[in-house]
């Protein structure tokens, strides 16, 4: 015992001050870890924005109800657009009257004008030879829309009729007007007909 008490006593005044603080670290750190912060131990309202980290709650961390609250009222509907290019053109149709034609002249039966794009072209005209003669009919169009190639009659006798097919596909998408037209040669005559000019997708 009286060797113990003379350590003791041989101990400087900054060892034991070193040793005192060693031992308060070790009883601090023990009472820290058997009580660490968990959400029990957060009272309400105190955790504030500032306190979080930027772009750190995502939309799976909140409740379904809150997501749903912080979407906001759909806006009213907006105006309907002009069809596209895939949408559903209707075809156009247009008759034209009968004309008279001379031998050796060419005439437009009649034009349709539609707006710019590509189309497919089917028209028939309607053919009137008072003799023996030949009629030939085509459509043209614009802006590089090029013809059709000629669809030909050779009629053999006086006052016959006959009804000649034209079908043609546009070359360009920028047509905006297709035109019948006809000719004929060696006799006079009528012609009128009918054309149907659908876009072309």
Do not use: H
């Amino acid at each position: 015992m009286s060797n113990l008490v003379t350590r003791i006593k041989q101990f400087r005044p900054a060892t034991l001050i070193a040793m005192l603080a060693l031992f308060v670290a070790i009883g601090g750190t023990a009472t820290a870890a058997s009580g660490l912060i968990n959400g029990k131990k957060i009272k309400n309202n105190t955790v504030t924005g500032k306190k979080l980290k930027n772009r750190t709650i995502t939309k799976n961390k909140l409740a379904p109800a809150t997501v749903k609250a912080l979407k906001g009222q759909q806006g009213p509907k907006g105006d309907t657009g002009q069809p596209g290019k895939d949408g559903v053109v209707s075809p156009t149709y247009q008759e034209f009257g009968s004309t008279n034609i001379i031998d050796g002249n060419e005439l437009a039966i009649g034009t349709v004008n539609v707006p710019a794009g590509k189309y497919m072209v089917t028209a028939t005209a309607n053919t009137f030879a008072l003799g023996s003669g030949r009629t030939e009919c085509f459509v043209t169009t614009n802006n590089g829309g090029g013809s059709s190639e000629t669809s030909s009659w050779n009629s053999t006798a006086a006052n016959v009729r006959n009804a000649l097919p034209v079908v043609y596909v546009t070359d360009t998408d920028t047509v905006t007007s297709i035109t019948l037209g006809c000719g004929i040669d060696d006799t006079n005559g009528s012609v009128g007909g009918s054309m149907i000019v659908t876009p072309v997708q």
